[in-house]
């Protein structure tokens, strides 16, 4: 089955307390994202990455990291995650020219305490 | 900035009735424009996509239209069902770039029985 996987699915840790959540697809796809959601903001792009080993910020990156040196995974870093990071985050996958066709992961509920 | 607007408060209909959602957007030039539906803990789920070159987009029960002279497109669900309640949401993107979607935050619906 087609589909975009993370983990882990919730997540209540501290600040200051690193963590990773991972992102992998099984679709092959070449585009790799992380938005976060929060409520009355919409979806917003953390960074992406355009293929293995090119990555670049998005809307939201302070405070983020992402490295991307398999096709299939694209984690998220929190090196040093605080309170205002606590969101609701997705990871989407979708073939590089056909960016309009992404396909989103369950999502990752992060709470920061 | 972009800003994308749709209606913040819930829309409550009656089962059987015609849904309409409206997504408005300013300082923004689309390539293409999706809808999404999210249900509560889940990922967005794409439902359809139009471009700017066209009007009305239909898929079943569901139809979408686009006007860039506007900036504004109305998404309808003819014949709804309680199973169609949930969240809503308008992305514009681009074709190169980034390619990051740009969401609105969504608008919620509920379809009584």
């Known amino acids: 089955e087609a589909q975009v996987t993370q983990n882990p699915r919730y997540l209540i840790t501290v600040t200051g307390k690193k963590l990773t959540v991972t992102c992998s697809q099984n679709?092959?796809?070449?585009?790799m994202s992380w938005y976060r959601q929060d409520p009355g903001l919409g979806l917003r792009q953390i960074y992406y990455?355009?293929?293995?080993?090119?990555?670049d910020k998005g809307d939201v990156p302070e405070g983020y990291k992402v490295s991307r040196k398999e096709k299939r995974n694209f984690p998220l870093i929190l090196e040093s995650p605080s309170p205002n990071q606590t969101s609701l985050y997705f990871c989407a996958s979708s073939l590089r020219d056909r960016a309009y066709e992404q396909y989103f992961g369950p999502g990752t509920r992060l709470t920061v305490t | 900035s972009q800003k994308i607007e749709q209606n913040s408060e819930a829309l409550n209909i009656q089962e059987g009735k015609t849904a309409t959602l409206t997504c408005n957007y300013t300082n923004y030039s689309p390539a293409y424009l999706q809808w999404y539906r999210q249900d509560p803990g889940r990922g967005p789920v794409f439902l359809l996509l139009?471009?700017?070159?066209?009007k009305e987009k239909r898929k079943e029960r569901l139809k979408v239209t686009f006007d860039t002279t506007l900036k504004q497109s109305l998404f309808h669900i003819t014949a709804s069902q309680p199973a169609d309640s949930a969240t809503y949401l308008c992305a514009l993107g681009q074709y190169t770039g980034r390619r990051a979607l740009t969401f609105g935050s969504g608008t919620r619906l509920q379809v009584q029985p």
């Open positions: 990455s355009m293929n293995v080993e090119v990555t």
């Open positions: 679709m092959n796809h070449e585009y």
């Open positions: 139009i471009r700017e070159n066209e």
